[in-house]
């Protein structure tokens, strides 16, 4: 009789999730010293998230392991209804922060056509240079990893309690412009929500990233002129993340925190 030996998994497979961390967060962090020679330059790299799970995937998987992971990117043909909620709901919670904002003092934005373009701009490099390289290494590589042992809700706020953290550069350089408590909330509520996209879309990144985006690009359009005023400025952020997070539980009452996907047999991965 043939015994079959089975090669042992490598270190990088058997500490992918602290390997994964620990590049995510090296990489993104490596110019935040610069940040002491330029205050107005950026202090966060958005590439780390991405980077670092491709050196992970490579280094435990090799290439058809990467090649399962950079799939993800392609799966784009969704019903599109979720392109509506994708663009929709991230429209929808920061206007209605905008308005809570104006009831507090805050003066009505007067806004043009060319607007418009601004926002499609914002989105469109927002999905390059923030929601590819992040939400390749958040949803594509750490959630699924997570949800193999653990329901989806709580995988959800593992990758939350690792994405928080990991703005600590651009909180601590401007602390201003993201009041730490709501933002908390804020990024825990859409981790859950980002995660319901994912796993409802059978691992659609192209989803995922485009909610990211646009939530990133609309609170920055009609948050952005309030930073001056204290009081309407942190009642924006905190109906903001107020508003994520009753979206969020809505989603987990609805759907189920074991798969946050509604009847589905199991979470995407």
Known sequence: ??????????????HDIVLYLVLAYLISWS???????????????????????????????GRRALSGLLRQLG?????????????????????????????????VPRW????????AGSIAVTIVVVGLFEELGWRGFLLPRLQADRSALGAALTVGLAWLPWHLPEVISDPGQRPLTPFAVYIFAQSVLLAWLYN???????I??????AFNSFTHFFLADLQGQPLPYLVAWWVLAGLAALFALGVVLRAGSRNLVRGAAGPAG
């Open 1 to 14: 009789m043939t015994v079959q030996r089975h090669r042992p998994r490598s270190w990088a497979a058997r």
């Open 208 to 213: 995922v990233i485009l909610f990211h985006a």
């Open 75 to 107: 799966r784009w043909r969704v019903n599109p209804a979720w392109y509506v909620v994708a663009v929709g709901v991230p429209l929808l919670i920061p206007g209605l922060a905008l308005c809570a904002a104006v009831a507090t003092g805050a003066p």
């Open 112 to 119: 043009d056509p060319s607007d418009l373009f601004q926002i």
């Open 200 to 206: 409802s879309t059978q691992a659609s990144l192209p």
């Open 31 to 61: 110019i935040w010293p610069l940040v002491l020679l330029n205050p107005q330059s950026s202090p966060l790299v958005p590439f780390g998230p991405g980077l670092a799970a491709v050196v992970v995937v490579l280094l435990a998987g």
